[in-house]
């Protein structure tokens, strides 16, 4: 007869967890050359001006800010369907999108790519890494500048 399987209800073994630290832009903003990338929804009309803004915050602090690419979502048939669905959790972008960054990146030599968007660590990781240079958030970029000004 066939016997029914039990599940093994203990918990999976997990290493220590080390306090989280959050890390911050690996790199001076001043005299990087930067790609800006800014994810959003087809509702937010005035993303033009964010980025804008945000490239121009980068600029006073000495950036050069080589290239933009925008995500936006929501804007097309089908990503209308996709557009209550979350950004992806691992990187934030589709993963073409990952790829024509990564592009735009080896072909301008840029130093870093700085998301308006705020980045999870997780996601923060994963660009680095997919990218081939740091990969922050506008806020962690602009906290790493004020820190080292003050």
Do not use: N, W
Request: hydrophobic letters at 40%.
């Amino acid at each position: 007869m066939h016997q029914s399987r039990r599940r093994d209800r203990r918990p999976a073994r997990r290493r220590p967890s080390e306090p989280v630290r959050r890390q911050v832009c690996p790199l001076p903003v001043a005299d990087a050359d930067v790609v800006l990338v800014g994810c959003f929804s087809a509702k937010q009309k005035d993303f033009e001006t964010v980025m804008a803004s945000a490239a121009a915050g980068l600029a006073a602090r000495g950036a050069r800010v080589v290239a933009r690419i925008v995500q936006r979502r929501g804007v097309s048939d089908g990503g209308v369907r996709k557009t209550g669905l979350p950004f992806s959790s691992r990187t934030l972008l589709r993963y073409g999108k990952v790829r024509e960054v990564a592009q735009v990146c080896d072909r301008a030599g840029a130093d870093a790519v700085i998301f308006v968007t705020a980045l999870t660590e997780r996601q923060r990781r994963t660009l680095t890494e997919l990218l081939g240079r740091p990969a922050v958030s506008l806020s962690d970029a602009f906290a790493a500048d004020h820190r080292r000004h003050h």
